[in-house]
């Protein structure tokens, strides 16, 4: 059965800092894997996705990689900012399915 | 942006009420999803669809049902609402025309006196 595991749950970072986030999951059978964002009593916005043929992807300041091998993703977010203050979430859709699997989140503070 | 609705964005009814929840997305997804999320807490699949006609309960029981006679629609509903429904309702939806993207709309916070 596949689990997602993000590490850390909480993270406080002044501003300016790179910061990575940890996304593992234990089986490396997936279709695809992505990541989100979500903001206190919102849905969820999609930030980055990553097809299992895929190493990485990238938009602005945030970098995901994917490692199937090892069943890890690492989202990087460079020169971080107040305004990046959210809880990140990532999640696997597993090969042979159209149920994603869920991470349990991390909560990002960015302090100015 | 996703083109994926939910109306209402804020519910507060009382007991015993019955309540639609409306998703719609203009994305052509086949795939649409119900899940349920208390604060701080993690995501809960209770309802998916693969397409028309097509509608499955998810991983965590709930009283509600859903129904999807129109691609584009999602509506979700709790035939008599109680105290223990209130939660916040996320729906979703994904299709080859976005590569598989899971898409979200905004939320249904709903509250149940």
């Known amino acids: 059965k596949q689990e997602v595991t993000q590490i850390p749950a909480a993270l406080s970072v002044p501003e300016g800092e790179n910061l990575v986030l940890n996304c593992s999951f234990t089986d490396s059978a997936i279709y695809n894997l992505q990541w989100f964002r979500q903001d206190p009593g919102k849905g969820l916005t999609s930030l980055l996705l990553i097809q299992s043929s895929q190493r990485e992807q990238t938009s602005g300041r945030l970098n995901a990689s994917l490692d199937k091998s090892s069943g890890r993703s690492t989202l990087y977010i460079a020169a971080s900012q107040p305004g990046d203050s959210a809880t990140y979430l990532c999640a696997v859709l597993p090969s042979g399915t159209y149920k994603y699997i869920f991470g349990t989140g991390t909560r990002l503070k960015v302090l100015a | 942006e996703a083109d994926i609705y939910q109306t209402p964005r804020y519910l507060v009814i009382g007991t015993g009420k019955k309540i639609t929840l409306e998703c719609s997305q203009t994305m052509g997804h086949d795939k649409m999803y119900w899940y349920q999320q208390d604060p701080g807490m993690e995501l809960h699949l209770i309802h998916y669809?693969?397409?028309?006609?097509?509608?499955e309960k998810g991983d965590l029981s709930s009283e509600s049902t859903v129904s999807r006679i129109r691609t584009e629609h999602f509506p979700l509903t709790l035939e008599s609402a109680r105290p223990s429904h209130t939660s916040q309702y996320l729906c979703a939806s994904s299709g080859v025309t976005t590569a598989g993207e899971l898409f979200f709309g905004e939320g249904s916070r709903l509250t149940v006196l």
């Open positions: 669809s693969y397409g028309v006609n097509s509608t």
